[in-house]
């Protein structure tokens, strides 16, 4: 009987193939490996017990490890400005969103102003009366808010603060100028609350 060929396997032998993983950085951790822990876990047979990283795969985790901490310190900066910007509007709306309010409450309130100024044209705010009390305290009271008059006798008109009622050609004039305050206007910062409504002296 023929002998069997060198190329054929015995009927004991292994059909499946035997891997050997030489590499010495676990590709799932990223950490090396020495013989002893890769013979532990049978993946891969080291060169022997002592192997150690070669100098590339040391530059290799040196580098990889200067990218990450740069990517990371790129993150944080990152972080910390778009922080600093949202502090930034919150207070800024926060700010607006309080000027809203007060000018608000003050707009409902300009009627009783409105009156005491009459009041006080008609001669009926006399010193250290009850309503002379009442009407110095409340304006002193919106002053403290930033609360401001608008409109004066002989300055310019400004269609931005003002409202003509009435315009009265003059001689002598030669730019539109307000000649009486109808009803003085109130503005809150930057805010126009209300408009002053007066009569216009215009060029004849």
Do not use: C, W
Request: charged share 35%; proline share 5%; no cysteine.
């Amino acid at each position: 009987m023929a002998s069997q060929d060198k190329g054929q396997k015995g009927p004991n032998e292994s059909e499946e193939p035997v891997i050997r993983n030489k590499r010495k950085i676990d590709p799932e951790t990223g950490q090396a490996r020495t013989g002893d822990a890769a013979n532990a876990d049978g993946l891969i047979q080291a060169e022997g017990p002592d192997a150690e990283l070669s100098e590339e795969d040391t530059a290799l985790l040196a580098e990889a490890e200067r990218d990450l901490v740069a990517e990371y310190r790129e993150r944080a900066a990152r972080a910390e400005a778009e922080l600093k910007n949202f502090r930034t509007r919150v207070e800024r709306d926060r700010g607006a969103n309080r000027e809203a309010v007060i000018a608000e409450v003050i707009r409902t309130l300009l009627p009783a102003i409105d009156d005491l100024d009459r009041a006080e044209a008609h001669g009926d705010l006399t010193e250290g009366s009850p309503l002379a009390i009442v009407a110095q305290k409340l304006r002193a009271g919106f002053e403290r808010y930033g609360l401001r008059r608008v409109g004066e006798v002989g300055e310019p008109f400004d269609p931005q603060v003002h409202e003509a009622i009435v315009q009265v050609p003059t001689a002598g004039v030669t730019v539109n100028t307000v000649a009486d305050v109808i009803e003085p206007g109130y503005g809150l910062g930057e805010r126009l609350i209300r408009a002053a409504k007066v009569a216009v002296s215009v060029p004849e």
